[in-house]
């Protein structure tokens, strides 16, 4: 059974920073490309960033892009986004997701997502 | 990468038809064959539902279809069920090798 739990989220400060985790199982971790997609409050689905299989290549969201670096590490099946310089308006629960493919692509399976608050 | 664009949404009883739209442009939905679609009930994980404009991933029930002409992608979900109230979001492939989602769709089944 696939599974993916992200940890991390949390109250900041604005301008303050985070390291987003999410813990992997249940399936190749190396065949697949993993991603990030967002939900504010009340608000739609954002998607957020993608990494390769093999990490050698990432992809964002203009919103983010320059603030948010996406990593993973193969061995320890984990992915990760961290997030700097954050703003009110990237509050949202933070949700980690496994790709069909080895690229930038549809996302099969989902976490169930760690609440990311930025508020002074 | 501007968000595409849906209705708020739409309702139907049970037993009938509906069809949400997600209409794109040329560098998104209009460009490629890789729109897929969500549904997300209240205080869940979004589901897979339609991936590659007409796919259902395996266990996805064959009430929900898909389809695309030019810029415009459609949902359509038959036989509608109690259980299919929901909101639903459609995604698409860019030019700029990212994905982009729809505003998302709240479906009232009545």
């Known amino acids: 059974e696939v599974q993916l739990l992200e940890s991390g989220g949390g109250l900041v400060q604005p301008g303050g920073s985070l390291r987003l985790s999410c813990t992997a199982s249940?399936?190749?971790?190396?065949?697949?490309?993993l991603g990030w997609v967002r939900q504010a409050p009340g608000k739609g689905l954002e998607w957020v960033s993608c990494i390769s299989s093999s990490g050698d290549r990432t992809n964002y969201a203009d919103s983010v892009r320059g603030r948010f670096t996406i990593s993973r590490d193969n061995y320890k099946n984990t992915l990760f986004l961290q997030v700097n310089s954050l703003r009110a308006e990237d509050t949202a629960t933070y949700y980690c997701?496994?790709?069909?493919?080895?690229?930038?692509?549809?996302?099969?399976?989902w976490g169930q997502g760690t609440l990311v608050t930025v508020s002074s | 990468q501007s968000a595409l664009t849906q209705p708020a949404s739409v309702s139907g009883s049970p037993g009938q038809s509906i069809t949400i739209s997600c209409t794109g442009g040329?560098?998104?939905?209009?460009?490629?064959?890789?729109v897929s679609w969500y549904q997300q009930h209240p205080g869940k994980a979004p589901k897979l539902i339609i991936f590659d404009v007409t796919y259902r991933p395996s266990g996805v029930s064959n009430r929900f279809s898909g389809s695309k002409s030019g810029n415009t992608a459609s949902l359509t979900i038959s036989g509608l069920q109690a259980e299919d109230e929901a909101d639903y979001y459609c995604?698409?492939?860019?030019?700029?090798?990212?994905?982009?989602f729809g505003g998302g769709t709240k479906l009232t089944v009545l």
């Open positions: 040329n560098s998104d939905v209009g460009g490629y064959n890789y």
């Open positions: 997701a496994k790709s069909l493919t080895s690229g930038v692509a549809d996302f099969d399976y």
């Open positions: 995604n698409s492939y860019t030019s700029i090798n990212t994905r982009v």
């Open positions: 249940g399936f190749t971790f190396t065949n697949y490309a």
